[in-house]
């Protein structure tokens, strides 16, 4: 099942019992100090104006059934605190669950608790993985769905067994209510319940119904509410041709986008991600081919969805590339236990300095300096470079400003983030003299959004657009 690696009663710091902590609170840290003090641009302001507001029963593939209602009792739950904090204290603590559950994965494939580390460190540490863990939005509780839905499955293959296969057929129709790509994890299910006959036909087959069950729910919804059609389950209409289209160029440039933000996010660390799978490849081929028929189509999904922010679906893929740095460990600790004890704080500092370095030198490099300027009023160039967000500007606060002055400032470009979502969460959520978010918000504010509304014919004509829901 694993390679065999070091003695436990080795000398080495990462067999020691406070290093787990020691990790697992480093990346708490980490995420708490960077943690965005205010909602996000874009979907951040839809997902907060929609948990604010109430229960969601639309279930299309850009609504996340079961992420957007879980965010509304939480808040109820949590009353007495500001719905930010709320929600991204959230997405921290699935970001911290998902490391935990790559760790008990790694230490399926290597008896040393430290070793098994490895790749939570590097995974804990890329960009895109740290980037979400901040913020509100849907993936960091999806990737917590994944790697449970992979840890199961994975501590049954590797047992060779299938005692999970209810717990694994759960935890993949929670996953389609939490997000649609979760269909990509459907192969693999499919080759775990029916490839051996360790059930009876009975078992298969009563394995099948949970996930079932609950992926009906995201068309029974729509057919009795009728908010949006059936197709729209998949795949919005404005999508459609990105989805479902064959363009080589596209694919070409999802490829290059891919591998650019692959490099960005592991730089030097691919090194020994490759060995890892290298390792495995030599001690344990049948495993290395059920991570693949996990992991590909997600990578498959994410290259040939090359739309902007198509980075944030390589993460199911990177979960699970991660994986073999156990592999990889084992080997270093018996042949090279010197070196893996540089590999450890490398794997934390290196990113940190390349993340660092790209974010102050990028503004004095032609094109993204004039992307730095275009994109001033959320930051600039940092919020594309640097995983962290407690640098970032407020949109609530520009949002009010631009109702308050009565004035548009063609430098916010309301017209490239959520402001009208920004503005019915104003309305509906910020009672007068309150404050939200570290924003004041000044009395009478919803009769000044209105009447402001109809004194500012730009934006007026731009919230028409989008009616309260």
């Not at 003695?7 to 990346?27: D, K, M, T």
């Not at 029963?57 to 059934?65: G, K, R």
């Not at 993985?129 to 849907?138: D, G, L, M, N």
């Not at 470009?413 to 570290?438: H, M, Q, T």
């Amino acid at each position: 099942m694993a390679q065999s690696t070091i003695p436990e009663s080795a000398p080495r710091y990462w067999n020691q019992n406070w290093f787990p902590w020691l990790v697992f609170g480093g990346f708490a840290v980490i995420y708490l100090i960077n943690r965005s003090p205010f909602v996000g641009f874009n979907d951040g302001l839809t997902f907060l104006d929609s948990a604010a507001n109430g229960f969601d029963f639309a279930t299309n593939a850009t609504s996340h059934f079961l992420y957007n209602n879980l965010q509304h009792v939480l808040l109820k739950v949590f009353f007495f605190m500001p719905h930010v904090w709320v929600l991204t204290l959230f997405s921290i603590v699935c970001a911290l669950g998902t490391l935990f559950l790559v760790y008990r994965i790694g230490r399926l494939l290597a008896p040393s608790p430290g070793l098994a580390l490895l790749p939570v460190v590097v995974l804990g540490i890329s960009f895109t993985f740290w980037q979400q863990s901040e913020i509100i939005e849907v993936y960091a509780f999806n990737n917590l769905l994944f790697s449970g839905f992979a840890f199961a499955a994975l501590k049954d293959i590797l047992s060779h067994q299938r005692r999970n296969y209810l717990l694994l057929s759960l935890l993949l129709g929670l996953g389609l209510l939490t997000h649609i790509q979760h269909i990509l994890s459907i192969p693999f299910f499919l080759a775990y319940l029916w490839w051996r006959n360790d059930l009876r036909i009975a078992q298969k087959v009563l394995g099948m119904l949970p996930w079932m069950a609950l992926m009906s729910i995201l068309f029974i919804l729509p057919a009795l509410t009728h908010q949006h059609s059936l197709r729209a389950v998949f795949f919005e209409s404005k999508f459609q041709d990105e989805l479902l289209g064959v363009d080589l160029l596209v694919m070409i440039n999802g490829l290059v986008l891919g591998t650019a933000m692959l490099v960005y996010n592991f730089q030097l660390l691919l090194v020994p991600i490759g060995l890892g799978w290298w390792q495995l490849w030599k001690v344990n081929r049948r495993l290395m081919i059920w991570l693949l028929v996990l992991a590909l189509p997600y990578l498959a999904f994410a290259v040939k969805y090359s739309v902007n922010d198509n980075h944030v679906f390589y993460l199911c893929f990177y979960i699970v590339l991660v994986l073999p740095l156990v592999f990889f460990a084992a080997n270093q600790a018996m042949k090279r236990p010197r070196m893996l004890g540089w590999l450890f704080p490398a794997a934390w500092v290196l990113p940190i300095v390349m993340y660092a370095a790209a974010t102050i030198l990028a503004p004095n490099v032609g094109g993204l300096a004039r992307y730095d300027a275009q994109k001033a009023f959320k930051g600039g160039v940092v919020h594309m470079l640097w995983p962290g967000k407690a640098w970032a500007k407020d949109p609530l606060a520009i949002a009010w400003r631009e109702a308050h002055l009565c004035q548009h400032d063609p430098n916010n470009r309301i017209d490239e983030w959520n402001f009208e979502a920004a503005v019915r969460y104003l309305k509906r959520n910020c009672p007068e003299s309150s404050s939200e978010g570290g924003m004041t918000i000044y009395p009478g504010l919803s009769a000044l959004v209105d009447s402001c509304f109809f004194e500012c014919p730009e934006l007026l004509n731009l919230m028409q657009k989008f009616p309260n829901r």
